[in-house]
């Protein structure tokens, strides 16, 4: 279809007080050859939109050019059922980020030129875009895979087949149930509602029953996930069932494999093996759940307990986080004690800070009313006592003393660890397992990173910790409940429908050909020029989503539906090689060369920002509708990550004139808060290699930085960016400028 651009400029808010809407017109009209363009009061209003749907059918229309607002409001409104739609930020950058443009001569000049060039992007943008095909394939699956059948698991695979899709439930037991079948009591769900304050069933039989008996379910139990291979919608899932194979299409996955304690044999400091009367919470779980609390040393009634908790975690020895739910298992077993023996019950927490969140504060109260003892202290020594039991010695923190006590049983609180196998986050390179070493992986992974999920520090599966909990960094697979942190049953249970909810979002968005987050619904995915390609494999080590293998001539093999659209492959391609439909090389250099630069004698510079769309370009969006004063001197461009950032666009600035060029992007380490993983960090790496070129081209290496920069430092950005302004005038001039 051939293309047909209408330019639609908005007049209010503003915009026609501060800026010669005439000039616009006629920048867009006959500086960009698009000749039709109308202006418009109010172009978010009825009568805006009516006017541009009527020309979508009179002047066959069909791509848009909006330039009034900022695109993060009226989205819907300017949704005309096509993705060729561009919209350019007169109102927050132009207009109200210059708040003197309607009074002040000068700045009515610098705010006209800025407005301009926000048009010149604008059109460049609309002229080098395409409207992306969704990628279609007729053996793309819906079916979940559910990995684990414990409470996490079976909650998740039951909620994904009420929902009406078909699921395959794993599980590497003969039996279902986890960890929580095994358990005596839970602690309540809704200790704060009237008849719910008492501990309650575990409701796993219930919960197995309805797992087995759905007919939406496939269940595989004494069985696990020999191999996995291919893309969401497109997994071939090969599970091995007492040693006969099967293969399953699958849409997408949740891995909910559970946890696993810490092992107490390290816990000697705490008394682990001193006697056999020091056990831990999950040995006296299994006792209460036989109906005998006894001693474990001569099998006499054990009236006298002591829990400790942290035994393990919070400990920059052991685990250096909190396990969540210690402190409430172990009121609900002090509870058990009381039941049991009531009046000659003696039960005593020992603690470093209790953390009963939410409506569990509740059940807190209730363990105190009904007699259970708080002690805020430390387990200075443990002996076995000649006639059974064990004294403990505690350092109490607020009697400031120690406390000696004769306890019939003590039980440490043992953190959890999650029972899934991850890799080092920054593996790039094919893992060589052996068989051994496979068959204790989750998923075996065909991947070229790895077979296995990328992990954070402690092990958990790595995903967006702020944005996307549920994410891990291979698309189409979510991980649920212990396995993903630290949590309850009840928390589990949350925990796993939203995962389930997750992978049947991912299933339909595939479906339509559209990605997943954070680029929700966007058709475009790249596309290979594979002859001019030269082997050089940077884009196959740096896509932070495994999206691309490699052929067996070492050319990059594209994994479509594993792909989120961050153009992190597009920015590593020295031969420029990768592109979108709606966003390239190309694309961004020829907006870049596209702004009106002063020349030197004008004493107004032009600074380039290529802003991340997902935090950095919402703050200064945010910035300008508060009033704060951007500076008149940048121009901005969004760019999908900074990981999409390729050297060559630094270079079309500089040679364009630009006095410097500031990528503002989110925070990298660690802590990491890109949304594409690792796309600021891959854009400093790259940068680091800019120096020496600025260098060849006599140009200062200080014209050029990466600002780390999160959706909260609105006020600071202002600043910011005038320092580096200031910074890069003070360089002394451009010799690219144009004369």
């Known amino acids: 279809m051939e293309k047909k651009i209408g330019c639609y400029i908005c007049t209010g808010c503003g915009i026609n007080e501060a800026l010669n809407v005439k000039t616009l017109t006629a920048t867009v009209a006959k500086e960009q050859k698009i000749p039709l363009v109308k202006n418009h009061a109010m172009l978010c209003s009825p009568e805006g939109v009516e006017m541009i749907r009527n020309d979508m059918t009179s002047e066959g229309v069909n791509t848009f050019l909006i330039a009034a607002c900022s695109p993060r409001v009226h989205v819907e409104t300017f949704r005309f059922g096509t993705p060729m739609i561009e919209r350019v930020n007169l109102r927050e950058f132009a207009v109200w980020g210059q708040p003197d443009a309607a009074t002040d001569k000068d700045a009515k000049e610098d705010a006209q030129a800025l407005g301009e060039d926000l048009l010149r992007f604008g059109c460049i943008r609309v002229k080098k875009m395409n409207n992306p095909e969704p990628f279609e394939d007729p053996g793309l699956s819906k079916t979940i895979l559910v990995v684990g059948g414990g409470y996490s698991g079976m909650t998740a695979a039951k909620g994904a087949a009420d929902a009406g899709y078909d699921v395959v439930l794993v599980e590497k037991a003969v039996e279902l149930g986890g960890k929580v079948a095994k358990m005596h009591r839970l602690t309540p769900a809704n200790p704060s509602l009237p008849g719910k304050d008492g501990l309650q069933e575990t409701g796993a039989k219930a919960l197995c029953l309805a797992v087995e008996t759905h007919p939406r379910i496939k269940l595989y139990k004494n069985a696990r996930v020999k191999q996995t291979v291919g893309a969401p919608g497109l997994f071939d899932v090969t599970i091995d069932?007492?040693?006969?194979?099967?293969?399953?299409?699958?849409?997408?996955?949740?891995?909910?494999?559970?946890?696993?304690?810490?092992?107490?044999?390290k816990l000697g400091h705490l008394g682990y093996g001193a006697s056999p009367d020091v056990i831990t919470a999950w040995d006296f779980e299994q006792m209460a759940r036989e109906g005998r609390i006894v001693r474990k040393s001569d099998g006499l009634p054990a009236k006298r307990v002591a829990f400790v908790q942290c035994a393990g975690s919070r400990d920059k020895n052991h685990l250096e986080y909190c396990s969540s739910t210690c402190c409430t298992v172990s009121m609900k077993q002090a509870l058990y004690v009381?039941?049991?023996?009531?009046?000659?019950?003696?039960?005593?927490?020992?603690?470093?800070?209790?953390?009963?969140?939410?409506?569990?504060?509740?059940f807190y109260r209730k363990a105190q009313n009904e007699g259970v003892v708080f002690v805020k202290g430390d387990v200075k020594q443990v002996a076995a006592n000649s006639g059974g039991g064990v004294k403990v010695q505690v350092a109490d923190k607020l009697l400031r003393g120690?406390?000696?006590?004769?306890?019939?049983?003590?039980?440490?609180?043992?953190?959890?660890?999650?029972?899934?196998?991850?890799?080092?986050?920054?593996?790039?390179?094919?893992?060589?397992?052996?068989?051994?070493?496979?068959?204790?992986?989750?998923?075996?992974?065909?991947?070229?990173?790895?077979?296995?999920?990328?992990?954070?520090?402690?092990?958990?599966?790595?995903?967006?910790?702020?944005?996307?909990?549920?994410?891990?960094?291979?698309t189409g697979i979510y991980?649920?409940?212990?396995?993903?942190?630290?949590?309850?049953?009840?928390?589990?249970?949350?925990?796993?429908?939203?995962?389930?909810?997750?992978?049947?979002?991912?299933?339909?968005?595939?479906?339509?050909?559209?990605?997943?987050?954070p680029r929700a619904g966007d058709l475009s995915y790249p596309s290979f020029?594979?002859?001019?390609?030269?082997q050089c494999k940077r884009c196959t080590e740096e896509c932070p989503f495994g999206a691309i293998n490699e052929d067996d001539k070492g050319n990059p093999q594209f994994n479509p539906t594993r792909c989120r659209r961050c153009g992190t492959c597009m920015g590593a391609c020295p031969q420029k090689i990768i592109s979108f439909a709606n966003y390239s090389v190309d694309m961004i250099g020829a907006m870049i060369k596209g702004c009106e630069v002063p020349p030197a004698e004008d004493?107004?510079?032009?600074?380039?920002?290529?802003?991340?769309?997902?935090?950095?370009?919402?703050?200064?969006?945010?910035?300008?509708?508060?009033?704060?004063?951007?500076?008149?001197?940048?121009?901005?461009?969004?760019?999908?990550?900074?990981?999409?950032?390729?050297?060559?666009?630094?270079?079309?600035?500089?040679?364009?004139?630009?006095?410097?060029?500031?990528?503002?992007?989110?925070?990298?380490?660690?802590?990491y808060q890109c949304h594409f993983v690792r796309g600021s960090a891959l854009a400093e790496i790259r940068l680091s290699k800019v120096a020496e070129t600025l260098s060849r081209l006599q140009l200062d290496s200080a014209r050029v930085r990466l600002t780390e920069i999160n959706i909260m430092d609105v006020d600071r950005l202002p600043g910011l960016l005038d320092d580096f302004v200031k910074e890069v005038t003070a360089l002394g001039e451009q010799p690219y400028k144009p004369f």
Not at 437 to 459: F, I, M
Not at 494 to 515: F, H, N
Request: charged share 20%; proline share 5%; glycine share 8%.
């Open 338 to 362: 009381i039941d049991q023996y009531k009046n000659e019950a003696s039960t005593c927490v020992i603690y470093q800070e209790i953390r009963t969140p939410g409506q569990l504060e509740d």
């Open 529 to 534: 020029r594979k002859e001019g390609c030269t």
């Open 479 to 517: 991980v649920a409940g212990p396995a993903r942190r630290p949590m309850g049953a009840a928390s589990s249970a949350t925990d796993a429908m939203g995962a389930a909810l997750k992978a049947i979002q991912a299933v339909e968005s595939i479906s339509r050909g559209a990605a997943v987050h």
């Open 402 to 474: 120690d406390e000696s006590m004769e306890v019939d049983l003590l039980v440490l609180a043992t953190g959890m660890t999650p029972n899934i196998d991850t890799t080092d986050p920054n593996v790039s390179s094919n893992l060589n397992l052996s068989d051994e070493e496979r068959a204790k992986t989750v998923l075996n992974l065909d991947y070229r990173q790895g077979a296995s999920l990328p992990s954070l520090k402690w092990g958990f599966p790595d995903s967006h910790y702020i944005c996307f909990p549920y994410e891990t960094r291979r």
């Open 603 to 671: 004493e107004k510079p032009r600074i380039l920002v290529l802003a991340c769309e997902n935090d950095a370009y919402p703050a200064l969006d945010m910035a300008g509708i508060n009033r704060q004063k951007l500076n008149p001197y940048i121009r901005v461009i969004p760019v999908r990550c900074l990981g999409s950032v390729n050297l060559v666009w630094i270079a079309d600035a500089m040679s364009t004139g630009y006095d410097g060029v500031m990528l503002l992007g989110c925070r990298h380490g660690d802590d």
């Open 241 to 265: 069932q007492a040693g006969s194979d099967t293969v399953e299409r699958i849409g997408s996955i949740v891995v909910a494999t559970g946890y696993n304690l810490y092992d107490p044999n």
